[in-house]
């Protein structure tokens, strides 16, 4: 299929506007994996999970109404019979049964790689998954239904207002305007929570909707505790809670205890300091990078300090910077 031919079908797909016949041509042309053109990788997953549980499902509708139509049939007859005997004497309402109703699937994407995930959910939202990040959405997503389940750090940026609802663990979070947020839901975690950096977002306890909840505006902190069940909002003070979006880190006049724990959180390692006199010494700079050794070599630059690395473990050792 022609590659403008394919871009044509996706926007109108995205757009709510595609037939039947339009769907099952992109979904014909993304299970063909090998032959998928690279711009169009990111919308492979809305379509190449129909599985084939799927299929036997529908399989077993047609053979269950074909069934149903002999049987039908049968008893059509019988009736037909009775009522030239007894005509005038009965009268038979037949009706209809529903047809069943094919539940939404569910599309589920996990990062298990080192880097950063970019999903486009459809022309208005999209998100990024942090590693080991994993969510589930609708296939309709943008459609119908616009919950998506998060369990671990993303970052979502949407144009859909008052339609989106986002899940992870206790947290339930809508969406009240054009917004962008960050969500960090580990499971080892107490709480989750949300960090809004445009927009707005309102934030509630998913099983006490009836008590308080939050609207949480550009610049300010939400976190929901999973236990207690308690919502809690106030104004950011973490500067640093997109560094593993940006690759960016801010510090200004920041005690080193408090870099260590930064370092610690981004770089997944592990880092100690010989004298914890050592925790008071103020870090101040910014750093656009993806490796933990600039900013390392900034403090043992900046403090005179001594820093080995053995494996996952890092050590700061110097004297008093007071």
């Not at 609708?138 to 986002?166: C, H, M, R, W, Y």
Request: glycine share 4%; proline share 1%.
């Amino acid at each position: 299929m022609e590659h403008n031919k394919i871009q044509q079908l996706l926007e109108k797909y995205l757009d709510g506007a595609t037939t039947v016949s339009e769907e099952s041509l992109l979904r014909r042309y993304f299970e063909q994996q090998d032959t998928v053109h690279a711009d169009f990788r990111y919308a492979q997953a809305m379509f190449a999970h129909f599985t084939s549980e799927q299929k036997d499902y529908f399989k077993e509708q047609t053979i269950r109404s074909s069934n149903n139509r002999q049987i039908q049939g049968i008893l059509l007859g019988l009736l037909t019979l009775l009522v030239s005997i007894v005509i005038g004497l009965f009268y038979f309402n037949t009706s209809k049964e529903a047809p069943i109703k094919n539940p939404t699937k569910q599309l589920v994407f996990y990062n298990n790689t080192d880097s950063i995930q970019k999903i486009h959910l459809n022309k208005h939202t999209t998100i990024w998954l942090n590693k080991n990040c994993k969510i589930s959405y609708p296939a309709t997503f943008g459609k119908q239904e616009n919950t998506i389940i998060v369990e671990g750090e993303a970052f979502l940026e949407t144009s859909l207002v008052d339609s989106i609802k986002v899940l992870a663990y206790n947290a339930l979070i809508s969406v009240e305007q054009v917004t962008a947020f960050n969500i960090k839901a580990e499971k080892e975690a107490e709480s989750v929570e949300i960090t809004v950096k445009h927009g707005s977002v309102k934030v509630a306890d998913n099983s006490n909707l009836d008590g308080l909840s939050l609207l949480v505006t550009e610049g300010n902190y939400c976190s929901v505790h999973k236990s207690s069940k308690m919502v809690f909002a106030a104004a950011n003070t973490n500067n640093n809670y997109l560094a593993w979006l940006t690759g960016e880190f801010i510090f200004d006049h920041i005690p080193l205890a408090t870099v260590t724990d930064v370092l610690e959180r981004y770089f997944h390692v592990k880092v100690t300091l010989d004298d914890r006199q050592l925790a008071y010494c103020e870090i101040t700079g910014t750093f656009k990078t993806k490796s933990i050794d600039n900013i390392l070599n900034a403090i043992k630059s900046e403090l005179n300090f001594e820093i080995t690395n053995a494996g996952n473990v890092i050590t700061i050792s110097g004297k008093d910077c007071s």
